[in-house]
């Protein structure tokens, strides 16, 4: 029998050019589920009806100073980062509050604000100057953490994805399109809980520009449609507890709330 490929459930192969040629090939028309696909995962989009779907997230650790600090860096360490699945969103509408149920296994669950990019191109090996085409939108977003695990696993060398990447770990406010904000570098991120500001950071201290991270990613992943970036929180991360109110802001940009629920 001649090689094929991956055998298909309809029966015939994929011829192995195609699958020499990367993940590009469209299976869909020819695929068969065995059972109903999950719902893709997607964020609400400001003034409009219409969904962002989401590829990948991505996250940049350590990209303001005074947080770097508090996590014991110094300098400008070339970018690091963590992803999390896409169905780890929580898509928040503005005026609306978002439910996050606390997650298991911790004690010390962490509110981390975030300038979050949502890419509606891509590419591999991008520059910095290529950046600009790629960029759909923005959001704040709250890269939430459990810090203990996250503590374990720094000190034994492990992978952070239990802290990092549990369900609903990423929630997200409507997505702004990048045409309505004239000026990114102007844009500051705040957190209050409960009415009282925890975090407070400016875009333009970031240690790595939001060019120079997409930049960055696009040599180690081909970026797509989809992909949406959590560029780093300041400093003042901390935890939250049952019935907190997070409340997160970006100039500019749709205010985020999430309630801290039982789980
Ligand atoms: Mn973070």
């Keep these: 029998m001649p090689p094929s490929g991956l055998e298909l459930p309809g029966g015939k192969g994929v011829p192995l050019e195609r699958l020499r040629r990367g993940n590009d090939w469209d299976y869909s028309k020819r695929m ?9 995962a997607a964020v609400r989009i ?16 350590r990209n303001y100073p005074d947080h770097a600090q508090e996590m014991g860096s110094s300098g400008r360490e070339p970018p690091f980062f963590f992803m999390k699945p896409p169905d ?11 439910v996050l149920r606390y997650p298991t296994l911790t004690r010390e669950l962490h509110h981390e604000v975030e300038l979050v990019v949502a890419l509606r191109e891509g590419g591999t090996n991008l520059t910095p100057a290529d950046v600009e085409r790629c960029i759909y939108g923005y959001a704040v977003g709250l890269d939430m953490t459990r810090r203990d695990l996250q503590s374990e696993a720094k000190k034994l ?12 770990s990423a929630p997200v406010g ?12 102007k844009i500051e991120i705040t957190l209050e809980v409960n009415g009282v500001r925890r975090q407070h950071g400016r875009v333009r201290d970031l ?5 120079e991270i997409i930049a960055h990613l696009s040599t180690a992943w081909e970026l797509k449609p989809g992909d949406l970036i959590f560029t780093g929180t300041p400093a003042g991360v901390g935890p ?21 629920m039982r789980a």
């Design 32 to 40: 068969r589920y065995i059972f109903a696909p999950p719902p893709h």
């Design 46 to 61: 400001v003034g409009s009806t219409g969904w962002f779907p989401v590829h990948r997230i991505y996250c940049v650790a």
């Design 88 to 98: 780890a969103v929580l898509s928040v509408n503005e005026g609306e509050t978002g």
């Design 157 to 168: 060398g492990r992978p952070w994805c239990i802290a990092k990447a549990f369900d609903r």
């Design 174 to 185: 409507g997505l702004t399109p990048a045409a309505w904000i004239d000026d990114i570098s």
């Design 207 to 211: 240690i790595w520009s939001i060019p």
């Design 240 to 260: 939250v507890s049952l019935t907190d109110l997070m409340t997160a802001r970006g100039t500019g940009l749709a205010e985020l709330r999430v309630r801290v």
